[in-house]
Each structure stands twice: as structure tokens, then as C-alpha cells.
């Protein structure tokens, strides 16, 4: 791994109680590690208050799992940037797979809320990733350049100065089924290798987490790949120790 920081983000996805987001919280903050990675969770709207409450004072970053692509106004059942600001939330997920394939976000939403998300000052977590039949079909470089070209096209490459994006293969996502080291370490290079072609710097610095099953026990060899720096983790993300397994497992 270059100098690019770690880092490992849960996505609690529609999940948790205030009992369950209490308790888990209060656990990641006594156990967080400091071993130089950044650990930050991202969770559902109605908790984001609780959490930021909880987390204050803490090493842990709070996030969204998705956020308009509107400023405030007349958008009934939207949530705003400028809203999750105020609420001390640094990141938001943007294109997660469930959000494109169940909730029907095309390459084009996903990239204009990136958009929006970027020129309003939080750090995006760009979601990439293909589909078995498309793996099966040798598709997964042209399904990942599709969604990664739309979003350069509609926010252009400095909207990725500092960004983060997430390799998520849709096979692997709360399936049990991860990707192999060495299938991460491919698409993570690919997905570097298409950012340097417009932007050398910003390839270089760019911070590429995998995400689908990671757990305790296939965390460290996937962040052993020189171009994963970092995992997105669902499932295991809601259980203390597993969360804090794979943070521990970086570097
Ligand atoms: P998983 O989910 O770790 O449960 O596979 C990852 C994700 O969807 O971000």
C-alpha cells in the first residue's frame, strides 16, 4: 500500500433499533484500534441523529447510505446535504448496488447525486460493481468503465480529488461469496488505471475499498492487495467484534 490512509466503513444498510445502535456504538468506541486507519459507519437517516450524538468526541467518522440529489426544498421524503452537515456527517455512500438494481438508480442518478454530494463538501464513497451474469460474460471491466465513465462525464475528474470509490461485485454482497484477493486486486487496479488515464495525481491518491461478505477472516488478505485500501463492509459491520476484527486487520 502507497501512503493512501485505510479505510474501513460499515454500511449498517436498513438496520438497527436505538438499543441495537447504542450498544454497538458504545462498543466500537471503547474497542476502535489505533492503528492508523479511519473507521467510519454509515447509517440509516432516522439513526444519523443518535449517532452523531454517540459518536462525538470519538475516532469514528458518521455517514449516509444514500442522500439527495436536490438542495432543500420541495422534495417530500428527501433527506439534504446540507442536512446531514448539520448533523455532523462527513461522508455519504453514493450507487450502492441495492440502490441500482432494487431501488432503480440509473448510472445517471448515481452520478448526479455524486454531484451534488461533492460540490456541497462531503466525502463521497462511489459504489462500482458487476453482476454474476456479467462476470460470467467477461463484462465486469465494461460494466465497471459504463459506471465509472458516467460519473467523470457528468462531475468531471475533480470532483474525485479526495474521493473514495467501493469495488463491489454484486455476486459477493451479503452472499458469503467473496471475491478472491487476487479478483479484488484486478478490478481495483482497472478502476485505478481508468481514473490515471485522465488524472495521474488523483489515481494515485485515490482510495479504492472492496466491499461483498469481507469478514474477520478474509479481511487481511484482501487488504494485503497493493490497491485495496480498505474495506466497505455490510453484515459484519453490526457486530462489534467482527467490526473491529477487520479494522485490526489493516496495515
Ligand atoms: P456485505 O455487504 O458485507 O454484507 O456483503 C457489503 C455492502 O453491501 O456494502
Not at 18 to 35: H, M, Q, Y
Not at 51 to 73: D, F, K
Not at 180 to 185: G, V
Amino acid at each position: 500500500m502507497t501512503d493512501r490512509q485505510p479505510l474501513v466503513a460499515g454500511n449498517w444498510k436498513m438496520n438497527g433499533s436505538r438499543a441495537s445502535v447504542r450498544s454497538l456504538l458504545d462498543g466500537l468506541c471503547r474497542g476502535v484500534p489505533e492503528n492508523g486507519v479511519e473507521v467510519l459507519v454509515c447509517a440509516p437517516f432516522i439513526h444519523i441523529p443518535l449517532a452523531a450524538e454517540l459518536l462525538a468526541g470519538s475516532a469514528i467518522g458518521l455517514g449516509a447510505q444514500t442522500v439527495s440529489e436536490y438542495g432543500n426544498g420541495a422534495y417530500t421524503g428527501e433527506i439534504s446535504t446540507d442536512m446531514l452537515k448539520d448533523y455532523g456527517c462527513g461522508y455519504v455512500i453514493i450507487g450502492h448496488s441495492e440502490r441500482r438494481h432494487i431501488l432503480g438508480e440509473t448510472n445517471e442518478t448515481v452520478a448526479r447525486k455524486f454531484r451534488h454530494a461533492r460540490d456541497s463538501g462531503l466525502q463521497v464513497i462511489l459504489c462500482l460493481g458487476e453482476r454474476l451474469e456479467e462476470r460470467e460474460a467477461g463484462m465486469t471491466e465494461q460494466v465497471l468503465s459504463e459506471q465509472l465513465d458516467a460519473v467523470i462525464a457528468a462531475a468531471g475528474m475533480e470532483c474525485f480529488s479526495g474521493a473514495v470509490i467501493a469495488y463491489e461485485p454484486v455476486w459477493a454482497i451479503g452472499t458469503g461469496r467473496t471475491a478472491t484477493p487476487e479478483q479484488a486486486q484486478a478490478a481495483h487496479s482497472f478502476i485505478r488505471l481508468q481514473v490515471a488515464r485522465h488524472d495521474d495525481r488523483i489515481a494515485d491518491g485515490l482510495r479504492i475499498l472492496y466491499g461483498g461478505s469481507v469478514k474477520a477472516d478474509n479481511a487481511a488478505g484482501l487488504f494485503a492487495m497493493a490497491d485495496v485500501d480498505g474495506g466497505l463492509i455490510g453484515g459484519a459491520s453490526l457486530k462489534v467484534d467482527d467490526f473491529l476484527a477487520i479494522c485490526q486487520s489493516i496495515g
